[in-house]
């Protein structure tokens, strides 16, 4: 096997290096080197190889013995410089007579005869081969792979001998390597007593002389380390020079030369042979592919340009003139081209940019807008925009009425409050004598150590026994607070920020809204309406708002996909009761004008008009 492998590397490394030169009419003298040829010819060549007569002696009829192979190499390989024994003329006479020498590539190797026949002998048949392949455990059929009879090649059922099958392998192995482009690491061992820190001069130089490291060497620094096919090599590096790229028009020899020169790279340092590129110096290589890459990323970026030019005209072209006639007036339309019509001749690779650039056009329309509002309107929009976000889901501007900033429910949305109007302005405080409200209610807050009132109206709060009370409902800075006629505030009576777990309202039209606590029992149920108008989207845009900036974190808004709402207002943990939402009659509606009826245990809701599920902006 080393044996092979150093012919291999000699052949790969010292032979074929020489031989390309001559072939390329390069001027070279050829360096020595020790050829290992022989000694593998020796050893498996027929009909005189080791190998080949073992196999016959092994397969002979008749009494067989390892002397009587010793003698056939005798007479075999007698005249051969690399075998010795005792018996041959001029042999060695301190060798056992039962032994031969081999000269291999790394030194004398001794092998005594004793057992070659028994040890070359494979006594396992095919037949048990065949069996142990055929077995269901895959160990075995791994351990046996000879038993596969589709790579059978005869009906003969006795097995080879050990010294073919190992040729044969081999064989295999070496066809392998040499359709492969192999590189080698050379080991060198420093001492024979496997010492760190050891150099023994002799065995390292030995080590050195039969592994042709010096030949390698001596190839190496007067050849050539870079070789590449002419043809090839002006097709990989004419783009490094101006005066071969883009176009040339002489033969691929004057090509090379020029383009080399053009380099500054002397002459010294490249050859040309009969169809091969020679260059010396290993930094030569590294500059040709540095300029290369430099190169190839300016041809690069004129191709892509020369391309986006191509594709601006022909696919985006069409498209961006129809958007810029579209929107040429866009700045001195009322209402900031928000009518406009959308190019619909979008190439498919467009589309995400189309998408892009109607965002643009839309949040600068809605800056337009909002600059064009005074502060106070500023705020009230937030607020709307907020309660709009919390109530509301994904939304797709509606076709049919552009002016009237109503937007619908997309198709699959989920969590969505169905119907509220968003379109009034945000008072913040109601009731008949709105200044007298809003001085008993800032007066209220005090109690609670807040400053400011952000939200109070009238609502109709569910008791424990389940009957309406008429109550004012408060939202400070950090409290909600729920107060009589008489603004009195107590401790039952207001729900800091950190004790509600969400607010729920339904999908309906109702003005309900649960507001959940962490404490077992002390949910809170109210109806918030003021004449006609539904006041929950104010007021839970104003609790978020609130809520956000003293607990650093949003509360949870609850649009209920339920039919029942759950709660427990009873001051226990285990009375919890549930809330029905259900459509209020015609006769119902005619009689009350108010959006909902409230009771212990249901929600009589009035149904928007032709069962709409719109939400209305300003």
């Given at each position: 096997?080393?044996?092979?492998?150093?012919?291999?590397?000699?052949?790969?490394?010292?032979?074929?290096?020489?031989?390309?030169?001559?072939?390329?009419?390069?001027?070279?003298?050829?360096?020595?080197?020790?050829?290992?040829?022989?000694?593998?010819d020796?050893?498996?060549?027929?009909?005189?190889?080791?190998?080949?007569?073992?196999?016959?002696?092994?397969?002979?009829?008749?009494?067989?013995?390892?002397?009587?192979?010793?003698?056939?190499?005798?007479?075999?390989?007698?005249?051969n410089?690399n075998?010795?024994?005792?018996?041959?003329?001029?042999?060695?006479?301190?060798?056992?007579?039962?032994?031969?020498?081999?000269?291999?590539?790394?030194?004398?190797?001794?092998?005594n005869?004793?057992?070659?026949?028994d040890?070359?002998?494979?006594?396992?048949?095919?037949?048990?081969?065949?069996?142990?392949?055929?077995?269901?455990?895959?160990?075995?059929?791994?351990?046996?792979?000879?038993?596969?009879?589709?790579?059978?090649?005869?009906?003969?059922?006795?097995?080879?001998?050990?010294?073919?099958?190992?040729?044969?392998?081999?064989?295999?192995m070496?066809?392998?390597?040499?359709?492969?482009?192999?590189?080698?690491i050379?080991?060198?061992?420093?001492?024979?007593?496997?010492?760190?820190?050891?150099?023994?001069?002799?065995?390292?130089?030995?080590?050195?002389?039969?592994?042709?490291?010096?030949e390698?060497?001596?190839?190496?620094?007067?050849?050539?380390?870079?070789?590449?096919?002419?043809?090839?090599?002006?097709?990989?590096?004419?783009?490094?020079?101006?005066?071969?790229?883009?176009?040339?028009?002489?033969?691929?020899?004057?090509?090379i030369?020029?383009?080399?020169?053009?380099?500054?790279?002397?002459?010294?340092?490249?050859?040309?042979?009969?169809?091969m590129?020679?260059?010396?110096?290993?930094?030569?290589?590294?500059?040709?592919?540095?300029?290369?890459?430099?190169?190839?990323?300016?041809?690069?970026?004129?191709?892509?340009?020369?391309?986006?030019?191509?594709?601006?005209?022909?696919?985006?072209?069409?498209?961006?003139?129809?958007?810029?006639?579209?929107?040429?007036?866009?700045?001195?339309?009322?209402?900031?081209?928000?009518?406009?019509?959308?190019?619909?001749?979008?190439?498919?690779?467009?589309?995400?940019?189309?998408?892009?650039?109607?965002?643009?056009?839309?949040?600068?329309?809605?800056?337009?807008k909002?600059?064009?509002?005074?502060?106070?309107?500023?705020?009230?929009?937030?607020?709307?925009?907020?309660?709009?976000?919390?109530?509301?889901?994904?939304?797709?501007?509606?076709?049919?009425?552009?002016?009237?900033?109503?937007?619908?429910?997309?198709?699959?949305?989920?969590?969505?409050?169905?119907?509220?109007?968003?379109?009034?302005?945000?008072?913040?405080?109601?009731?008949?004598?709105q200044?007298?409200?809003?001085?008993?209610?800032?007066?209220?807050?005090?109690?609670?150590?807040?400053?400011?009132?952000?939200?109070?109206?009238?609502?109709?709060?569910?008791?424990?026994?389940?009957?309406?009370?008429?109550?004012?409902?408060?939202?400070?800075?950090?409290?909600?607070?729920?107060?009589?006629?008489?603004?009195?505030?107590?401790?039952?009576?207001?729900?800091p920020?950190?004790?509600?777990?969400?607010?729920?309202?339904?999908?309906?039209?109702?003005s309900?809204?649960?507001?959940?606590?962490?404490?077992?029992?002390?949910?809170?149920?109210?109806?918030?309406?003021?004449?006609?108008?539904?006041?929950?989207?104010?007021?839970?845009?104003?609790?978020?708002?609130?809520?956000?900036?003293?607990?650093?974190?949003?509360?949870?808004?609850?649009?209920?996909?339920?039919?029942?709402?759950?709660?427990?207002n009873s001051?226990?943990?285990?009375?919890?009761?549930?809330?029905?939402?259900?459509?209020?009659?015609?006769?119902?509606?005619?009689?009350?004008?108010?959006?909902?009826?409230?009771?212990?245990?249901?929600?009589?809701?009035?149904?928007?008009?032709?069962?709409?599920?719109?939400?209305?902006?300003?």
């Open positions: 096997c080393n044996e092979k492998l150093q012919q291999l590397f000699i052949e790969v490394t010292l032979k074929s290096e020489q031989m390309s030169y001559m072939e390329e009419g390069l001027t070279w003298v050829s360096i020595p080197y020790f050829d290992n040829k022989a000694i593998c020796m050893i498996e060549k027929r009909p005189n190889g080791i190998l080949a007569m073992l196999d016959e002696e092994c397969l002979r009829p008749g009494d067989r013995s390892d002397d009587i192979f010793l003698l056939k190499l005798n007479d075999k390989l007698h005249m410089d075998y010795n024994s005792k018996s041959i003329a001029g042999g060695y006479q301190q060798l056992e007579s039962d032994v031969f020498v081999l000269t291999h590539y790394a030194g004398e190797v001794e092998y005869v004793e057992g070659f026949l040890k070359n002998t494979d006594t396992l048949f095919r037949d048990l081969s065949r069996g142990m392949f055929e077995s269901k455990s895959p160990l075995l059929r791994e351990m046996f792979p000879e038993g596969d009879t589709s790579t059978w090649t005869s009906a003969q059922r006795r097995p080879q001998t050990a010294g073919a099958a190992f040729k044969s392998s081999m064989a295999s070496i066809q392998l390597l040499t359709l492969m482009n192999p590189s080698y050379r080991c060198i061992k420093p001492n024979d007593k496997k010492r760190p820190g050891q150099f023994d001069e002799l065995p390292v130089t030995h080590q050195v002389c039969y592994l042709g490291l010096v390698n060497i001596r190839v190496r620094r007067a050849g050539y380390c870079f070789r590449m096919a002419q043809e090839s090599f002006f097709m990989r590096f004419r783009a490094v020079s101006s005066d071969t790229y883009p176009r040339w028009s002489g033969d691929v020899r004057a090509g030369t020029t383009l080399l020169l053009s380099l500054d790279i002397s002459n010294e340092q490249f050859t040309l042979g009969k169809t590129v020679f260059i010396k110096d290993p930094k030569t290589v590294f500059v040709l592919e540095s300029a290369r890459d430099e190169k190839i990323v300016a041809v690069s970026l004129q191709i892509q340009r020369f391309w986006r030019r191509w594709h601006v005209k022909r696919v985006v072209g069409p498209y961006w003139r129809s958007i810029l006639e579209t929107f040429r007036t866009v700045a001195r339309e009322p209402n900031f081209g928000k009518h406009f019509t959308w190019p619909s001749n979008v190439p498919p690779k467009l589309r995400q940019a189309d998408a892009q650039l109607k965002k643009v056009h839309l949040n600068w329309w809605a800056r337009k909002i600059l064009a509002l005074s502060e106070e309107e500023r705020k009230n929009t937030r607020l709307v925009i907020l309660a709009f976000r919390c109530l509301g889901s994904e939304f797709a501007p509606s076709s049919d009425q552009p002016d009237a900033g109503v937007v619908v429910a997309a198709a699959g949305t989920s969590l969505l409050r169905k119907s509220f109007d968003l379109t009034r302005a945000f008072k913040g405080i109601y009731g008949v004598d200044v007298g409200t809003r001085s008993r209610a800032e007066k209220a807050v005090t109690w609670c150590n807040d400053r400011q009132v952000l939200f109070a109206a009238p609502a109709h709060k569910l008791n424990r026994k389940g009957k309406l009370d008429c109550r004012n409902l408060l939202c400070s800075e950090r409290h909600i607070v729920k107060v009589d006629d008489t603004f009195k505030v107590n401790t039952k009576r207001q729900m920020f950190e004790s509600l777990r969400d607010a729920t309202i339904s999908p309906h039209s109702d309900v809204i649960v507001l959940h606590s962490k404490e077992a029992g002390q949910d809170t149920v109210v109806s918030l309406e003021f004449n006609g108008e539904n006041l929950v989207p104010e007021f839970v845009a104003r609790l978020q708002k609130a809520y956000t900036e003293h607990c650093k974190q949003p509360l949870p808004i609850i649009v209920s996909t339920q039919s029942a709402i759950e709660y427990n001051g226990k943990a285990s009375q919890a009761r549930a809330l029905t939402f259900m459509p209020r009659s015609a006769e119902d509606a005619a009689a009350d004008s108010s959006t909902c009826m409230l009771t212990a245990n249901s929600v009589f809701y009035q149904p928007p008009p032709n069962n709409s599920s719109k939400v209305m902006l300003p």
